[in-house]
């Protein structure tokens, strides 16, 4: 299997702690996002993947270019550590938490929304960073809330799911954008219980093979 990545892109983080969870190995390829390389636009990877993203999935055959799918995928054709609870509704309230960040927040940030604020707009790169804040917050308010009532060591209970996998990346960079986390104990304390599992940790941004020694 190969995933093609960055090492900051938290929807290739996502399918990194996945990979890492369910003690799968695969090929981590690379793909450089950074302003001015900007490796996902170029002909070579457009013609793997032709929305200029990542990451993008090789498994034999099967190619998919969309980090839900993804997991969704090695969810449905790798056993080991389940990312869903066993129960219809449980597996709902899962999704319903990993939705939130991948559906409400995630996409405010994206780095092609990041850019055509800066490039369209002549926003400072304060101003970006206060976008990130503003929308990350606003979601993390009703995470907080959620995982109040469906929280043990994790986001749901006392064993990671795919909540989590969705939450650790989301702040990562929100701590990046150094956005207050005060007001959310409960995310904090997940995310610091997370970051003590060994999957957690080698997924990490700082523990890729291409996140810059400078």
């Not at 780095?111 to 990350?136: I, N, P, Y």
Request: hydrophobic share 40%.
């Amino acid at each position: 299997m190969e995933l093609y990545g960055y090492f900051r892109s938290s929807a290739a983080y996502r399918v990194r702690i996945a990979f890492a969870l369910k003690g799968l190995d695969f090929d981590n390829i690379p793909v450089n996002l950074k302003p001015g390389v900007s490796e996902q636009l170029g002909e070579q990877y457009r013609a793997m993947n032709p929305q200029g993203r990542v990451p993008f999935f090789r498994d034999g055959a099967v190619e998919i270019s969309q980090s839900p799918a993804i997991l969704e995928y090695l969810e449905e054709t790798h056993h080991g550590i389940p990312l869903l609870p066993a129960g219809t509704a449980d597996r709902a309230v899962v999704r319903q938490l990993a939705n939130l960040i991948g559906c409400d927040i995630h996409p405010l940030q994206n780095l092609s929304v990041l850019q055509r604020l800066k490039g369209e707009f002549d926003a400072t790169a304060e101003d970006v960073a206060d976008w990130v804040r503003h929308w990350v917050s606003e979601g993390f308010k009703a995470f907080e809330a959620l995982v109040e009532d469906t929280s043990g060591t994790y986001c749901f209970g006392d064993a990671p799911t795919l909540a989590d996998v969705y939450l650790v990346p989301q702040v990562y960079n929100a701590r990046r954008f150094e956005t207050p986390l005060e007001a959310f104990p409960n995310i904090v304390r997940i995310d610091a219980a997370c970051r003590e599992l060994d999957a957690f940790r080698v997924a990490a941004p700082e523990n890729q093979p291409d996140m810059p020694t400078e």
